[in-house]
């Protein structure tokens, strides 16, 4: 199964288009992400990360909603029991 989530841009490290990068935030987490399918966008703004590429920006309530839904998840898997 894949996973994309997303993360806030916290500053650009490259702008080419081919080879753009930028320092991008995940829940206090700043890894740096391949920008060159999103190299419009700006820093402060949320994008879909997935495998360590920025594939599209989103905004920043449906960002917000989506990491609250991640956390639920988190919280349910650690009221789990682990099985004997």
Do not use: K
């Not at 993360?7 to 060159?36: K, P, Y």
């Amino acid at each position: 199964m894949c996973l994309a989530v997303p993360g806030r841009i916290v500053r650009w490290l490259n702008r080419d288009a081919t080879f753009a990068q930028a320092e991008v935030e995940f829940d206090g987490v700043s890894r740096v992400c391949h920008m060159a399918c999103v190299p419009d966008a700006e820093v402060g703004e949320y994008v879909i990360v997935h495998a360590g590429m920025a594939i599209s920006r989103v905004n920043e309530a449906e960002a917000q909603r989506t990491l609250a839904d991640l956390a639920r998840l988190s919280e349910l898997d650690a009221d789990e029991e682990p099985a004997s």
